[in-house]
C-alpha cells in the first residue's frame, strides 16, 4: 500500500487512522527487533494523533497527510519525545520545543509512530555509528542499509511506516534509499526548515522525504516544504503544488548524462541499469545529453573539510553542561569537557571533530577551509553551466549496491567512497532524487540519482513520477 | 605618574557597547539588566541542539546609526563568523561575531584635547557580536553557577586606530564616544554596570622612531579613570622595561584597580585558537542605499553639531556649549528651557550654575533633577517679564529644587510677585526717605553712595518684591527733585 493509496482509504473512511496506526505499531513491533530501524515507538503519541486524525477525517478538516503513519528521523526534534541524533550524549534527551518540519507534519495530522535509527550525529553511509545499533537491510539483514537516514530507508523498506523523513548532508537520503529500494528526495538547500533539527553541516543540512513512490514523496515534500522565519537560510518561495505537477510523460526534457558520473570500474550491474534507466526515459520522450561535470573529483576531498569544520562547531556545544550526557564525578572543569565528550561521542563522530578542528585552525585555514570553499563554488559552477542545457541530470546513486554489516566500518576512506555521486549536489545545493531503477544478481536494489536546477523540484518528482509509471522498480518489496 | 618624555605611548582602543534593543540579538528573550538568574533565556540562547539563530533588525539598525554617527563606511555586505571557544557560559561553544567583513569600517571622531586642540581619532572597525553569559564562582565550595540572561545581549565592538597618545586622549576619546551612543540611545554607556567596556591596546616607543613597539593589552578596566590610569601605568612598566634593557612580552593583563597596578593573565586564559569561519546558520547581512539613507534622515543632532549650533545660533559661550551638550540630557534640558521662552544665555547661566551645583552637591544626575526643564524655562521668563527679581529667583529656585513645583504657584503662595506699580512704591519710597532723614542729607550732600542704603531698605520694606529699576527711578527723582 502506498501513501497515495492509503490517503484515498481515510478519505473515504473505508479504513480509520487508528485501525492503520494499529497495523503499523504491530508490524514495528514483530520486526523492529530483526530491523532495529527505530529507536523510539512512540505507542500512545502515535494513537493519539491517530485519533485526533479520525476526527478531523469526519468533520471535514482532514489534509491528504491526517491519518498517515510516518516515522521521522531522530535528529527532528520533537517536543517531549526523546530526541537521540543516534548518540548516547542525547540518550536521555527530550526537548522542550517541536523542529518546524515535525511541527508542519503534526499540523497537517500524520501519525508519528516514532523516531528513526540513524548513523551518530549524521556522520556515516553504513548506519553503523550509531549509539543504539546498526541498521540492518530488510532485503538482506547481514547487509548494512545504507545511511546516516538508514532507519527511515529501512523502515520504509520493511513497510513500517507510509513514508519517512530523513535528511541528507552528503547524500544521507539518496544512498540509503539507493540500497534499500525506495524513493528518496534531497531538496533544494533552503526549501524545507532547517529549525529544530539538530545540526551536522548547517550549509550542507536538508531535511527531505522517502517513500514508495515519487507520487508520495510529492505529498509529504509539499507538507514539509517553505520558508521559515525561525531558519534564515530557509528560501523565500511559493511552494508549488507538487502533486498535480507529477506527468507520465518527459516529451522535449533534456537529460544530462554527465562523463564523470560513470568511471570505467563502475558496477556492471549498476551500469547496466543505469543504461536500460537512458532507454526508458528516451521511450518516455525524453532526449539525453552528454555533459561534463569537470571539478567532480574534487568533491569527495571538499566535502570532508567543509562538513567536519562546521559540524566541530555545531557539536561544541555538547559539553555536559546544560544537557546531554555528563561524565561521573568529574575532578575539573577541563575533565568535565574531556570526559563528558569522550565518553559521550562515538569513534566516527569524534574524528569527524578532530578533522573540523584541524581544518579550522591558525594556519591551516586558507590551505584547507578557503580553498574548499572556493573549490565548492567551481562544483557549484560546473551544474549551472550543465543546466543551461539540459533540464534534469542523471547518474548513479551509489558505486555499489548494499555492502555487508562490518565491511567498511574500519576503513573510513572506503567509507566516505560510499558518496562519490551524492555528495557534488550537496556542495551546490540542488535538489536530487534517488528511485530504485534495477536489482543486482543478488536480488539487491539498484537506485539512480536525478538531479535538477534550484528549486525545480516538481520537475524532479515529475520524471521519476514518469519513470515509475512505465516501470515495476519501485513496486519491489523484500520478502517478509 | 608621568613617563618619560623620551618615549611616547601608542594607544588603540577595543570598546565593546551594549545595544538597547529591545530582545537579544537572535532570539525574542529580555536584555532586561539584573533579572533572577536564568530567567531570561531560551532554547536559541541557550543554545539547545537543532536551534538556529534569527538576527535582530533592531540592532542592525542600531549599528548603521552608530556607523553613521563616526562617519564610517556601512558595508553592503557583511558577514557573521563563529569564534570557537570552549566556556561554561558561552553555550554554543563559539561566540557569533563578525570577523573578515564587519559592517562597518573607517569611520572617525574628533576629541578635544586638554590644551584645546582637536584631533582625529580615526575608528578601524565597528561590529556586531553576542555577548556571553556569567560564570558565578561563589556559594557552594567546588561549584559554579552559570547565569546564562546575558546570553545573546547585542554588542557593538567599536575598535580604533592606535591613534592615541596619552592616557588623557585615550580618556576623552571614550567620553565623546560614549556620549555618541548616548545621544544615538543605543547604549547606556554604564561602566561599572558593563553595558560599557573597554581594553586598551598600548606600547611604547621613543620619539621619531616610526616602528611601533612590542603591545599588551589591557583588560578589566571598569571606569574611564581606570582606563586612564592603567594606561599610565602600563607605559611606565614598559618604559622601565626598556630602559633597563631588557623587552616587552606580547601578552594580555588585567587592571586591579584596588593596587594599582596590572598583572599577567595566566597564560592558559589566553591561549586561544578560535579557528573563525563563517556562520553558516546566517545569510550574509546586505545592507541596501536606501535603508541607510532613512536612518540618516532620523539621525539625531550629534554633540559636535549642537554645540557648535548653541554657539553659532544661540550666542553661548564654547564652555557653556561644551557643558550643555556633554550629555544628551543636558542638552535635551536646556533646549526645553529655551523653549519656554527663556533667554539662551540666561537658561545656559541658570543650568550650568545654579542647577548643576545643586545637583553636584546632593550627588544627582540631571535625569533625577525634580526641577523639570520646562519649570526652570518659566522661572527665567517671569524675570524676563519683571515680575519677580533675579534674587527671589534664586529663592523660587531653591523651592522649586526641594518639591518640583512650578514656579508660578510658588511666586503665588509665597506672595513674591515683584511690586511694579509705582504708587505704591512711591508710598513705601515716601516712607523710607521720612524714616532716614540722615542719610536723605548726605545724598544730597554728594555722598551718591548712600543711594545703595535707600535701595536696601526700601527692597526690605517691600520684601525684595519691588521692581528695582522702578524702586532706582523713583528714588532718583524724589532725591533730586
Redesign the interface.
Known amino acids: 500500500m502506498t501513501l497515495v493509496q492509503a490517503a484515498s482509504l481515510l478519505r473515504t473512511r473505508q479504513i480509520s487512522a487508528q485501525e492503520l496506526t494499529t497495523a503499523f505499531l504491530e508490524r514495528i513491533q514483530r520486526l523492529n527487533p530483526i530491523i532495529n530501524a527505530f529507536i523510539t515507538v512512540d505507542h500512545e503519541g502515535a494513537m493519539q494523533a491517530a485519533k485526533q486524525a479520525d476526527a478531523r477525517l469526519n468533520n471535514g478538516t482532514a489534509t491528504p497527510m491526517t491519518g498517515i503513519p510516518i516515522g521521522v528521523k531522530d535528529l527532528f526534534c520533537t517536543e517531549n519525545l526523546t530526541t537521540t541524533c543516534g548518540s548516547k550524549m542525547l540518550a536521555q534527551f527530550r526537548p522542550p520545543y517541536e523542529s518546524t518540519v515535525t511541527r508542519k507534519l503534526k499540523e497537517a495530522g500524520a501519525v508519528i509512530l516514532g523516531k528513526t535509527n540513524m548513523d551518530e550525529f549524521a556522520m556515516g553511509s553504513s548506519n553503523e555509528t550509531s549509539f543504539f545499533g546498526p541498521v540492518k537491510n530488510p532485503w538482506d539483514i547481514s547487509r548494512i542499509p545504507g545511511g546516516s537516514s538508514g532507519g527511515s530507508a529501512a523502515a520504509l523498506a520493511a513497510q513500517l511506516a507510509l513514508a519517512t523523513i530523513g535528511s541528507d548532508t552528503g547524500g544521507s537520503i539518496r544512498q540509503p534509499a539507493a540500497l534499500t529500494g525506495i524513493t528518496g528526495l534531497k531538496p533544494t538547500y533552503g526549501r524545507v526548515s532547517r529549525s529544530g533539527m539538530i545540526a551536522f553541516a548547517s550549509s550542507l543540512d536538508q531535511a527531505g522525504p522517502m517513500a514508495w513512490s515519487a507520487a508520495d514523496a510529492a505529498m509529504v515534500l509539499h507538507t514539509i516544504a517553505g520558508y521559515d522565519p525561525l531558519d534564515s537560510t530557509s528560501i523565500q518561495a511559493d511552494v508549488p503544488d507538487y502533486v498535480n505537477a507529477l506527468a507520465t510523460r518527459m516529451d522535449g526534457i533534456r537529460i544530462g548524462i554527465p562523463t564523470e558520473y560513470r568511471p570505467d570500474n563502475l558496477n556492471a550491474e549498476i551500469q547496466k541499469a543505469l543504461t536500460e534507466a537512458e532507454q526508458t526515459f528516451r521511450d518516455l520522450g525524453a532526449s539525453l545529453v552528454p555533459i561534463s561535470l569537470p571539478h567532480t573529483r574534487y568533491a569527495i576531498p571538499t566535502y570532508y573539510i567543509i562538513a567536519p569544520a562546521e559540524a566541530s562547531s555545531n557539536l561544541a556545544r555538547y559539553d555536559g553542561i546544560r544537557f546531554g550526557y555528563r561524565c561521573d564525578d568529574p575532578k575539573d572543569l577541563k575533565d568535565m569537557y574531556t570526559r563528558s565528550r569522550n565518553e559521550g561521542f562515538g569513534a566516527e563522530v569524534k574524528r569527524r571533530i578532530m578533522l573540523g578542528t584541524y581544518v579550522l585552525s591558525s594556519g591551516y585555514y586558507d590551505a584547507y577551509y578557503r580553498k574548499a570553499q572556493k573549490v565548492r563554488r567551481l562544483i557549484a559552477d560546473d551544474f549551472h553551466q550543465a543546466f543551461q542545457h539540459v533540464d534534469l541530470i542523471l547518474t548513479p546513486t551509489t558505486p555499489t549496491t548494499a555492502f555487508p554489516l562490518g565491511d567498511k566500518i574500519d576503513d573510513p576512506i572506503a567509507m566516505y567512497l560510499s558518496d562519490l555521486f551524492t555528495i557534488s549536489v550537496n556542495l551546490a545545493g540542488l535538489p536530487a532524487m534517488s528511485i530504485p531503477c534495477g536489482a543486482d544478481q543478488l536480488g539487491l536494489p539498484i537506485g539512480m540519482q536525478m538531479i535538477a536546477p534550484i528549486l525545480k523540484e516538481d520537475k524532479l518528482l515529475s520524471a521519476a513520477h514518469a519513470f515509475q509509471t512505465a516501470t515495476p522498480w519501485h513496486q519491489r518489496k523484500p520478502e517478509p | 605618574m608621568s613617563h618619560d618624555p623620551l618615549y611616547e605611548m601608542v594607544i588603540g582602543l577595543e570598546v565593546h557597547a551594549q545595544m538597547r534593543t529591545r530582545s537579544k540579538i537572535f532570539c525574542g528573550c529580555s536584555t532586561t539588566f539584573g533579572a533572577e538568574a536564568n530567567t531570561q533565556i531560551c532554547?536559541v540562547c541557550?543554545?539547545?541542539?537543532?536551534?538556529?539563530?534569527?538576527?535582530n533588525t533592531e540592532l542592525v539598525q542600531m549599528a548603521i546609526k552608530t556607523g553613521l554617527a563616526v562617519h564610517g563606511k556601512i558595508r553592503e555586505k557583511s558577514e557573521f563568523s563563529?569564534k570557537?571557544y570552549?566556556y561554561?557560559d558561552l553555550?554554543?561553544?563559539?561566540q557569533i561575531s563578525q570577523f573578515e567583513l564587519p559592517i562597518i569600517e573607517q569611520g572617525e571622531l574628533t576629541i578635544e584635547r586638554d590644551d584645546g586642540s582637536h584631533k582625529r581619532i580615526g575608528i578601524t572597525r565597528i561590529h556586531m557580536e553576542v555577548d556571553a553569559g556569567k560564570s558565578l564562582h561563589e556559594g557552594i565550595q567546588g561549584a559554579?553557577w552559570?547565569d546564562l540572561n546575558r546570553t545573546g545581549t547585542p554588542l557593538l565592538e567599536i575598535v580604533s586606530e592606535p591613534d592615541l597618545s596619552t592616557p588623557q586622549e585615550a580618556g576623552a576619546y571614550l567620553k565623546k564616544l560614549r556620549a555618541i551612543l548616548r545621544y544615538l540611545q543605543v547604549c547606556d554607556g554604564n561602566m561599572e554596570e558593563g553595558s560599557l567596556r573597554c581594553d586598551a591596546n598600548v606600547s611604547v616607543r621613543r620619539h621619531g622612531h616610526t616602528k611601533l613597539g612590542t603591545r599588551t593589552e589591557l583588560k578589566n578596566l571598569n571606569s574611564i579613570r581606570n582606563v586612564m590610569r592603567a594606561i599610565e601605568y602600563e607605559a611606565n612598566r614598559q618604559i622601565d622595561i626598556l630602559e633597563s634593557g631588557g623587552s616587552i612580552v606580547q601578552e594580555t593583563r588585567l587592571w586591579d584597580a584596588n593596587i594599582n597596578a596590572s598583572r599577567p593573565m595566566r597564560n592558559k586564559e589566553e591561549a586561544h585558537?578560535y579557528?573563525?569561519?563563517p556562520e553558516?546558520?546566517?545569510?550574509p547581512l546586505v545592507i541596501t542605499q536606501q535603508r541607510i539613507d532613512a536612518v540618516a534622515q532620523h539621525l539625531p543632532e550629534l554633540p559636535d553639531a549642537k554645540r557648535q549650533r548653541f554657539v553659532r545660533d544661540l550666542g553661548l559661550s564654547e564652555y557653556d556649549a561644551g557643558v550643555l551638550t556633554a550629555t544628551r540630557e543636558m542638552a535635551m534640558f536646556f533646549e526645553e528651557s529655551v523653549q519656554q521662552g527663556a533667554h539662551p544665555k540666561t537658561a545656559a547661566n541658570w543650568i550650568s550654575v545654579e542647577l548643576l551645583g545643586r545637583l553636584n552637591r546632593e550627588n544627582l544626575e540631571i535625569e533625577q533633577s525634580k526641577v523639570s526643564p520646562n519649570h526652570l524655562g518659566r522661572l527665567i521668563t517671569l524675570i524676563q517679564n519683571n515680575e519677580i527679581s533675579g534674587k527671589i529667583a534664586k529663592q523660587v529656585f531653591d523651592i522649586m529644587f526641594e518639591t518640583g513645583a512650578n514656579p508660578e504657584t510658588i511666586v503665588q503662595e509665597h506672595g513674591l510677585k515683584q511690586v511694579s506699580d509705582t504708587g505704591a512704591i512711591e508710598s513705601i519710597i515716601a516712607q523710607v526717605l521720612a524714616d532716614n532723614p540722615q542719610q536723605v542729607q548726605q545724598y544730597r550732600e554728594g555722598k551718591t553712595k548712600v543711594m545703595g542704603f535707600l535701595v536696601g531698605q526700601v527692597m526690605k520694606a517691600t520684601q525684595g518684591k519691588a521692581n528695582p529699576t522702578a524702586v532706582n527711578a523713583i528714588l532718583q527723582d524724589k532725591l533730586t527733585g
Open positions: 532554547p541557550a543554545a539547545f541542539p537543532g536551534v538556529l539563530p534569527v538576527l563563529r570557537n570552549f561554561p553555550p554554543a561553544g563559539y559554579s552559570i585558537d579557528r573563525y569561519f553558516p546558520d546566517l545569510p
